[in-house]
């Protein structure tokens, strides 16, 4: 048996769950504006109350490693990191497209989201870098990536390959409503980012092995941060 702490904090919702066995036996999380800092701890604590788990016994903790808000990717890394550390423990980062996608597959699985030929459906999740940008993935409804992670700026061009091959084209995330209007033959449903998404890739990561250098790892940013100058004067 496996216990993994989840923690996805890449955009506007803080998520936190634990999972037994790649399956979520608690769930915390808040759309309630960017106050990731000081919610996250906050979750944590509050998840290891009620499970009665203590931090010793995690097996492991996993995280969001993006793409996605920058602040907010360094937040959910940092805490993932600073626990791994004190704990002793393994850390595990899963792409967070993957995650979204999953949580998709979770919805569907759960009769949540109903999308027609859901077998030959081709998932993609997006997540909102601003204006008409956003970082995306193809996934195929088995949660097998179909392209690699791009900062796309969404025009009518946009994953013509895929659209042009006759299949549902699914766009969900934060960053997928924006783009509706620009892709009318994709279907958009709402599937919103959570750690829940990252409970099944976790424990596969967890059992083949695959964990990350606690001292050296950095979330997956995909483009550099750019500081711009305020447009507003104080003095």
Excluded at 45 to 55: F, K, N, S, V, Y
Excluded at 159 to 175: L, T
Aim: net charge negative; proline share 3%.
């Amino acid at each position: 048996m496996s216990l993994i702490l989840c923690i996805e904090t890449g955009t506007d919702i803080c998520s936190v769950g634990i999972a037994r066995d790649g399956e979520l036996v608690s769930l915390r999380e808040s759309d309630e504006g960017r106050d990731h800092a000081r919610k996250v701890g906050l979750f944590v604590d509050e998840l290891l109350r009620e499970t009665g788990i203590a931090p010793d016994e995690l097996d492991a903790v996993a995280v969001g490693k993006g793409p996605g808000s920058y602040t907010g990717l360094r937040i959910g890394v940092s805490f993932a990191k600073g626990l791994c550390y004190g704990l002793g423990k393994p850390l595990l980062a899963v792409g967070s497209l993957d995650a979204l996608a999953e949580v998709a597959r979770e919805d569907h699985e759960a009769g949540i989201l109903a999308v027609g030929d859901w077998d030959r459906a081709l998932l993609c999740p997006m997540v909102d870098a601003r204006r008409m940008e956003v970082y995306a993935q193809v996934f195929d409804s088995a949660g097998a990536a179909q392209s690699e992670v791009v900062a796309e700026v969404v025009g009518a061009e946009s994953f013509a390959a895929f659209r042009a091959e006759g299949r549902p084209f699914v766009i969900f995330g934060n960053g997928a409503r924006k783009c509706a209007e620009v892709l009318p033959d994709a279907q958009l449903v709402e599937v919103a980012p959570s750690a829940r998404g990252l409970a099944r890739l976790a424990q596969q990561a967890f059992g083949e092995g695959r964990t990350e250098d606690v001292a050296y790892f950095e979330p997956f940013y995909l483009k550099d941060f750019v500081v711009t100058t305020a447009k507003k004067k104080l003095f």
